[in-house]
């Protein structure tokens, strides 16, 4: 039996396998995939078992997973494919009879106008009827994703968004790697849903000032109307699409859908996660 961890070429799925290994599991247990093994020669340089598996190839996914294997199912970033690709690994698992499906879903993915949330719903739709067992983590918003900003910060002055005085309860990747590699070794927590965020929830002056320490000199946040955030996003060459699901997600972080505090995440990982100011310093 073994832990099969998918995406490991990116950063979520490589973060996983080191915390498996961190937190005890056997080497000769984990085995890290992607679609293309190339981009993860460091896992093979380092003893680890390496197998190809592509979302959109199914003999692939079939060859990877065997019976009484926990599969971690990163989800995938192609939006628009993500239910088919997943719903590839998901029959996959089946047909080798393994023994759960651990799957990164999204905040409340099964009640929620989150913007990203319907290929999660169906996806875990698709788990839940498959009868394989599983644990669902729904991982809130990556400290990451705002490592952009500083350097917007330390350029201009000035951070913007349109997301009013919404908060985000982000945590860093690393915990949410290790929440998966809690889970996976965690029998007990089959057959749950964990709502994972970070401990607190931060507002975008909060963000400016955290990133002003960082940088050394002073940033604030210019809040902007939607039009003017969707007006600003065209002017730096966006296209339509992109431009419209930024502005829907930070109306849906103005909407309060991103800052729900559960403590699922610290009660799993054993710690506090990682503090805003210490997420983003370590992603410069
Ligand atoms: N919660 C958040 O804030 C947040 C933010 C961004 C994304 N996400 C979601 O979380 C996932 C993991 O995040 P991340 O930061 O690790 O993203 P990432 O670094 O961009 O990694 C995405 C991974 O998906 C893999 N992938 C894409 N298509 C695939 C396919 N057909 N078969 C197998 N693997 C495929 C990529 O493989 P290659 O290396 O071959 O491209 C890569 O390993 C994302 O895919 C996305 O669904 C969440």
């Given at each position: 039996m073994s832990y099969i961890v998918t995406a490991s070429s990116g950063h979520l799925g490589g973060l996983i396998v080191d915390a498996?290994?961190?937190?005890?599991?056997?080497?000769?247990?984990?085995?890290?995939?992607?679609?293309?093994?190339?981009?993860?020669?460091a896992f093979a340089d380092r003893g680890i078992t390496t197998a190809t598996l592509d979302y959109s190839k199914p003999e692939t996914i079939a060859s990877a997973i065997g019976a009484g294997d926990t599969v971690i199912l990163v989800s995938s970033d192609a939006v628009g494919q993500r239910l088919e690709q997943h719903s590839a690994v998901v029959d996959a698992a089946k047909a080798a009879g393994a023994?759960?499906?651990i799957y990164t879903s999204a905040p409340k993915a099964d009640d929620t106008a989150l913007i990203l949330a319907p290929d999660h719903k169906a996806t875990e739709e698709y788990i839940a009827a498959s009868g394989v067992p599983f644990t669902f983590l729904r991982n809130g918003w990556y400290t990451?994703?705002?490592a952009g900003e500083v350097a917007k910060g330390r350029d201009s002055g000035e951070i913007t968004a349109s997301v009013g005085e919404g908060r985000v309860a982000s945590a860093s990747r690393?915990?949410?790697a290790e929440a998966a590699a809690a889970a996976a070794l965690d029998e007990s927590t089959t057959g749950k849903t964990y709502e994972l965020s970070g401990d607190s929830a931060w507002n975008w002056n909060e963000l400016a000032e955290t990133i002003s320490g960082i940088v050394g000199t002073p940033v604030v946040y210019?809040?902007?109307?939607?039009?003017?955030?969707?007006?600003?996003?065209a002017s730096f060459g966006?296209?339509?699409?992109?431009?419209?699901?930024?502005?829907?997600?930070?109306g849906?972080?103005?909407?309060?859908?991103?800052e729900a505090t559960s403590g699922d995440l610290t009660a799993l990982i054993?710690?506090?996660t990682t503090p805003l100011a210490e997420g983003l310093a370590a992603a410069q």
């Open positions: 498996l290994l961190a937190r005890g599991a056997a080497p000769d247990s984990v085995v890290a995939t992607a679609r293309d093994t190339a981009k993860i020669q023994a759960r499906i990451e994703n705002y690393k915990d949410y210019r809040a902007l109307t939607p039009e003017e955030h969707a007006a600003q996003l966006l296209d339509e699409g992109t431009v419209g699901f930024v502005v829907a997600l930070d849906n972080i103005r909407d309060g859908l991103l054993g710690r506090p």
